[in-house]
């Protein structure tokens, strides 16, 4: 399974940024696939987390602002930010866990993953 990302890179506060996730083969349409982001010092957050079956979840952080949806032609994943804030600052990783199902938590799958992108950064200035 390989996921590649693309996308990322720097905006003012307030800006938007899309970030994509190509799954690889039948695992897009079979794991529960998550985005994350890690900021400098900080612990991985899980961000948004689309399940098989399409429901979603959200972090209460990003909530409002991300929007996590798919392409299934193209067996992409996106993460649609908007109205950025330097918090959001981080390296965004996309993920996927073949077990599938979405944490209660919110902004998680349930289990761990399995995979993962490479990471793409994201940079937002006030």
């Known amino acids: 399974v390989r996921l590649v990302q693309s996308g990322g890179g720097s905006v003012q506060a307030g800006g938007s940024l899309r970030l994509s996730c190509v799954v690889s083969?039948?695992?897009?349409?079979?794991?529960?696939v998550n985005w994350f982001r890690q900021a400098p010092g900080k612990e991985r957050e899980g961000v948004a987390a689309?399940?098989?079956?399409?429901?979603?979840t959200y972090a209460d952080s990003v909530k409002g602002r991300f929007t996590i949806s798919q392409d299934n032609a193209k067996n992409t994943v996106y993460l649609q930010m908007n109205s950025l804030k330097p918090e959001d600052s981080a390296t965004y990783y996309c993920?996927?866990?073949?077990?599938?199902?979405?944490?209660?938590?919110?902004?998680?799958?349930?289990?761990?993953?399995?995979?993962w992108g490479e990471g793409t950064l994201v940079t937002i200035s006030s």
């Open positions: 083969g039948s695992a897009y349409s079979r794991y529960c």
């Open positions: 993920a996927a866990d073949p077990l599938g199902g979405l944490s209660v938590s919110g902004g998680r799958c349930r289990y761990s993953m399995d995979y």
């Open positions: 689309r399940d098989k079956d399409g429901t979603t």
